[in-house]
Structure formats: C-alpha cells, structure tokens
C-alpha cells in the first residue's frame, strides 16, 4: 500500500501538489472566534481611518507648501 501512495504522489504535478499541501496547511490554522474576529475588524478600519486622516493631512499640507514656493 505504501509503494502505490509514492508512485500517485510521484504523478501529481506542481498543481496538485499545491492544493494539497495548501488544504493541509490551512487545517493546522487556529481560526478566530467571532467575537476575535469582530474586534480585529473593527480595529483595522480605525488604523485605516487614522492613517487615511493623516495622509490626507500630509497631501494637504505638501500642497499648501508647494503653492507657497511656486508663487501658483
């Protein structure tokens, strides 16, 4: 049984083989609990806002400056 698990396993192309080994990857995966997952999410949209706001605020200010060197 063992020799006709390595001659299948020998046949398989890169293909297979990836999606086999990405199935058994993602089974040794701790998944988070709801309530874990709400929270994260909750905390990746405020990061998000923040730096989007501080972006924001370093265009506005890189283009105030601008105008103040160009004369426009």
Do not use: C, H
Request: without cysteine; hydrophobic residues 50%.
């Amino acid at each position: 049984m063992a020799e006709k698990d390595k001659r299948t396993r020998k046949s398989e192309n890169a293909v297979q083989r990836y999606f086999r080994e990405t199935t058994g990857e993602l089974r040794k995966v701790t998944w988070p609990t709801w309530p874990e997952a709400r929270r994260l999410t909750w905390l990746v949209l405020l990061v998000m806002v923040i730096v989007g706001m501080f972006l924001a605020s370093v265009d506005a200010l890189a283009g105030f400056l601008l105008d103040l060197v160009l004369g426009i």
